[in-house]
C-alpha cells in the first residue's frame, strides 16, 4: 500500500474495497501481481512477479505467486472449507488431479468459467452458478494431510512434522469433522462463488476423489474510515489481532523456508483446522467483566486489558498497585503468550441450525490458522491446556492438519514438487 | 427509482447499492421510507410515510411501514432463517413478546446495538458480533404458524387458511426442517449481521421460546452494468424471473387486502418455507439440453426456451413449425404456468456439508415463497405434481407455512392487531 502510494499507481484491476483491505499483511503481494508494476521488486523474486496471469477480472487475487493465496491474503466475508478422500490408487493418477485442478483453479479465481460450453447435448463443463458474479477476491489453497503419505509412498518426502494433532484436554474430536487426505479452502467475499469453486473442483474428481466432510462459514469485515478491521468472532471478540504483518514476518511464522523443511514444502504452510462449538447461550449469560477477563482483552475496543488500543502492547507481566497481573494468567491470551510461538489465524464463524436436544444454537468458530510448523499450534494448545477459562464456553469437535504447498509459477502445477523426482 | 430520478434527489444514507438494487418491487417503499421525501405519496397512505425512524444509518431498509420489510425488499445477500416453539402459556405473555422484540428489531434493522452496557458486571445487553458492521440492509419479517393457534385460543381470528401444507407428490418431510409457532427470517448483506439479529431476538425471549429449527443461506446477486440480476440457484437458473414487480402486483399477489383475509392479517402475507435438497451431482451428469427442458427456460439468459431475453413473455402454448410445444409440457415453468395463481419467490441457497453416506452435498433451497393464501402455493405445486421433471433432481425435506403480519407502525408493536380485542 505504501509503495503504492508512493507511486501513484492505482491499477484499474483493484476494486476500491480490496485496495482498501490491503493494509494488513500480503497487501503488496497482490497488488504486484494484479498490477505488474516494476518498481517494488525488492519484497519478491522477479519470477512471481512476471507470474500474473493478465485476467481483467475485477476483484481478483492472483493464483500464481511465490506462496498460495488464502493465507496471508486479507480475510474475505466467506469460506467453503472441504476435506476430501482420495480414491486413486497410484501417484501417477493422483499428480493428473492436481494437474487437472491447476487451470480450473486460475479459471475460478479469475471469475471465468471453466470451460465454454461446446455442445447443448453434453453436461456444461462449468456448473454455472457464478455465471454474472465477479472474481468476489476468491482464494483456493490446497493442502495434503497425513492419510494421503499412508495411501502412497511418498519416501522421504513425507514430513516427520505432518501428521495428526494430539488429543489436547477437553477436546471432543469427531470423526465427521476431522482429518482427510486433501483440503481445499475456498474463501471469497461471496458465498455461492465460494461454493461453486469447491463444487466445481470435486466434480472436475469425480470418481477419483470423494468428500469427507466439508463446512461453510463466514466473517463480519468491519469497515472503519474506509479500511478493514480485524472480524469478530460470535463471542463478539476481534480474532487475529496478533497475526504477523508484513511479508518479512510472515516468512518467520507462516511460510517455511528452505533449511526448515522438504524442499516441496519451502514457501508452504501448515493448515489447521479445528471446529470448535461455542456455547452461545452460556456465554451470552455471562457478565462482560468474566468475558473479558476470559479473554484476557476488552471485548469493544480489542485492547489488552487495562490498555486502551487493539495493537497496544500485551504486556503479560504487568501488575497493578496492588502487584497483581492485570491480565489474568487463566485468560486465553495469558497462556497463548506465555509460550513462544506464534501463528497466523485465518477463522471464520459457522451457523449450522439448531441442536436438537437443547434447541441451542449449533454454532461457533471453524478456526484456521496457518504455521510453517505444526508444533506453533501445539506448543500454544498445551499452553492453554485445562487452565484456559475459555473453556467452560467452547468444545473442540473437530480437527485437521494440512500441508499446504507453496505457491505455484507459471507454466507447473499445483503441488508439482512433491511429484518431482529431484 | 423512477420518481426518486424525476425528483432529482439521491437520499445520502441510501448507499449506491442499495439505490442500484431499488429497481424491482418494493423499491419506492424503501427510497421513501429512508428519505422521507413527500412528492411522491400517491403509492403508499400518508400514515406510512410518516413511519420513517429518523436513523442515519448506511445500508438501511426501513423497519416501518404499511407492508413487514423483507417481503418485497429486493434480496439480500444472506438469510438466517428461525422457527420458533413458543414456552410462554398466555396470549398475554405471548403479546410481550412481541411487544419486547419490537423496539430490538428496530434496532438491529438501524445497525444499532439493542442497548448499551451500563455495567460491567452485567451479561451484555447486545451479543457484540455486528458492532462495526452498517446495518447491511438487514429486514426482519415475523409471523406465525398453524401450531401457535393450537396453543392459543384467539377464536374466530384464526384464518382458515393457515393450516400445515397437504403432502405434495415426492415429499419427505422431515419434522426438524418442518413447522414452528414463530418464524423470524432475518436477510441481509452480511452472513454475521443475519446471524447476530436471530440470536439476539432469540435471546430477549429466552424462556420465552425455543427454537426449533433454523438455516442459513446465501444468494448471489450479479451486477450488469449496475443493476442487480435475478440470483441463480444451484442448478444455476435464474429464480425469481416471475415475480411481481411494483406496489400494485404485489397488493394483487402478495398482500391480503382487507376483504380477503382476518383483519390483523390485512396487509400481511403467507411465507411458504421449503428445504429442497438438490441432488447437485445427478444434476451435474444432465446435459444442458435437457437441464432447459427440464425448467423450461434457457440456462445462461433466463429466457423462455426459443426466446432471448429473461423477461420475454412465458408463453406456454407457443408451438414450433411441427406444431409440436416450445416449452415442454413436463418442464417445470409450463406446469406452475398452467394455474393462474401467481406468487413471489424469494429463495436463499442453502450448502451445509457433506452427506455422509455418499459423500455428495447437503446442498438445495431455501425456497421460500410469499403469497396472500398459501392455496396459491398449493395450487402450483399440486400442478407440478408428478410430472415436473425437477422432481428427478430434488427431494422436499422440510415444509413450514406461517401468517406475516402487516407492517408495523410507529408507535405500535409488531402483530399488535391479532391481540387486539377488535
Known sequence: MTEEKKNGVMDKKVSRRNMLKMTGIGAAGIAIGASGMGGILSTFGKDFVAEDDDSTAKNKVNFYGKNQPGITTPAQSNIYFASLTVLVK???????LFKDWTPAAVKLMNGEKIAAQTNDMVPPPDTGEAKGMDAQNLTLTFGVGPSLF??????????????????????????????????????????????????????IASGRVTMKWSQAGFNAV??????????????????????????????????????????????????????????????????????????????????????????????IDRKDEKGELVVPDTSHVFLAKSVKSRLLRRSFSYASGVIDSTGAHDAGLLFISFQKDPKQFIEIQNSLGRMDK???????????????????????????????TL
Chains 1, 2 share one sequence.
Open 90 to 96: 497410484t501417484k501417477e493418477e493422483l499428480q493428473k
Open 150 to 203: 499412508k495411501k502412497f509412498d511418498f519416501g522421504d518426502k513425507k514430513p516427520a512434522e505432518l501428521k495428526n494433532l494430539p488429543h489436547f484436554p477437553k477436546d471432543q474430536i469427531e470423526e465427521n469433522y476431522s482429518h482427510g487426505d486433501i483440503c481445499i479452502q475456498a474463501c471469497a467475499d461471496d458465498a455461492q462463488v465460494a461454493f461453486h469453486a469447491i463444487r466445481n473442483l470435486v466434480r
Open 222 to 315: 468491519p469497515m472503519t474510515d474506509g479500511k478493514p478491521g480485524t472480524p469478530r468472532n460470535l463471542f463478539a471478540f476481534k480474532d487475529g489481532t496478533e497475526n504477523p504483518r508484513g511479508q518479512a514476518d510472515a516468512d518467520k511464522v507462516v511460510f517455511a523456508q528452505s533449511s526448515e523443511t522438504k524442499s516441496w514444502l519451502v514457501g508452504g504452510s501448515y493448515l489447521i483446522a479445528r471446529r470448535i462449538q461455542m456455547h452461545l447461550e452460556t456465554w451470552d449469560r455471562t457478565a462482560l467483566d468474566e468475558q473479558e477477563a476470559t479473554f484476557g482483552r476488552h471485548r469493544d475496543s480489542g485492547a489488552p486489558i487495562g490498555k486502551t488500543g487493539e495493537f497496544d502492547a500485551m504486556e
Open 390 to 420: 475459555m473453556n467452560e464456553y467452547i468444545t473442540h469437535r473437530g480437527s485437521a492438519v494440512f500441508a499446504c504447498f507453496p505457491g505455484v509459477k507459471k507454466g507447473s502445477f499445483i503441488g508439482e514438487a512433491l511429484f518431482s
